[in-house]
């Protein structure tokens, strides 16, 4: 047998018996797999394919028809004050991406190398790409973080790839806000961040494109207030990415 066999079935031993004392199970459900199923098993494959299917507008992040769109956005944002100028999701917030995205949420960080692709994949067909100076993970006050022991806005934010963006931690949460699903109507929400953000004496955001991100948009108040507080700080166009959109009945 010459050495290339050997090597090989050495290999294929160590699989093996590597399977045997960890076995292969779903980063989602947690049922057993197979090696070649890839992380998730067939029916979470399934469910993560049909929450990040489908048309959306690139204003709000809302599911919308391309046919339903007036000069590019949808009916719900006409009127509205939004003041970022664009957003890019990997899908709705429903079924598996949901779980993920909550599992992420509770400490399971090596989940980002998934929900990172994910976001790559969303911020690639954003429209906004070729625009982006910073990446600006939206902030958690430092009494959060301090307790939570990281921002998974941030980690996400460091599995994006992108030639020359840098990444930018100069806006910063000023005031501890209650948790935004404590609330229950828009207005709550953006009565509840108004003045919650501030930008660094020193930033390097004057007259540069931000691209904010976060993993869950809901009503949009949060993205909304960061995106009025760069721009009030300098910034000259204000863009967002998420992992999910969750209520498709509000900005």
């Known amino acids: 047998m010459d050495k290339e066999k050997i ?20 980063s989602d459900c947690r049922t057993s797999i197979s090696e070649n199923e890839n992380v998730l098993c067939g029916d979470c494959w399934g ?5 990040s299917g489908g048309n959306y507008c690139r204003r709000c992040g809302k599911d ?5 769109m007036v000069e590019g956005i949808c009916p719900d944002c006409q009127g509205r ?11 709705i917030y429903g079924d598996s991406l949901k779980r993920l995205i909550l599992a992420f ?7 980002d190398e998934m929900l990172g692709s994910l976001g790559n994949s969303a911020l690639e067909g954003g429209g906004f790409y070729d625009e982006i100076d910073f990446f600006v993970p939206v902030p958690l006050h430092w009494t959060r973080r301090f ?25 910063v949460r000023i005031r501890r806000t209650i948790f935004q699903a404590a609330t ?7 009565k509840n961040v108004a003045g919650a953000f501030g930008v660094r004496l020193g930033h390097r955001f004057e007259g540069r494109s931000i691209c904010l991100v976060d993993d869950i948009k809901t009503s949009g108040a949060t993205l909304n207030e960061c995106a009025k507080t760069l721009k009030e700080g300098g910034a000259g166009k204000v863009f967002a990415l998420v992992l999910a959109v969750a209520d498709q009945h509000a900005i």
């Open 184 to 190: 229950s109507t828009t207005h709550q929400r953006i």
């Open 147 to 171: 307790s939570r022991g990281f921002n998974q806005s941030l980690i996400l934010a460091k599995k994006l790839k992108h030639p020359t963006a840098k990444i930018g931690t100069d806006l």
């Open 105 to 111: 949420k509770k400490g399971r960080c090596e989940l």
């Open 47 to 51: 469910e993560l394919l049909l929450c």
């Open 81 to 91: 004050e939004i003041h970022f100028d664009g957003i890019a999701r990997s899908g």
């Open 7 to 26: 090597k090989e079935a050495v290999r294929f031993s160590l699989e093996g018996f590597h399977h045997l004392l960890w076995p292969a199970i779903c």
């Open 64 to 68: 919308a028809s391309e046919y339903g």
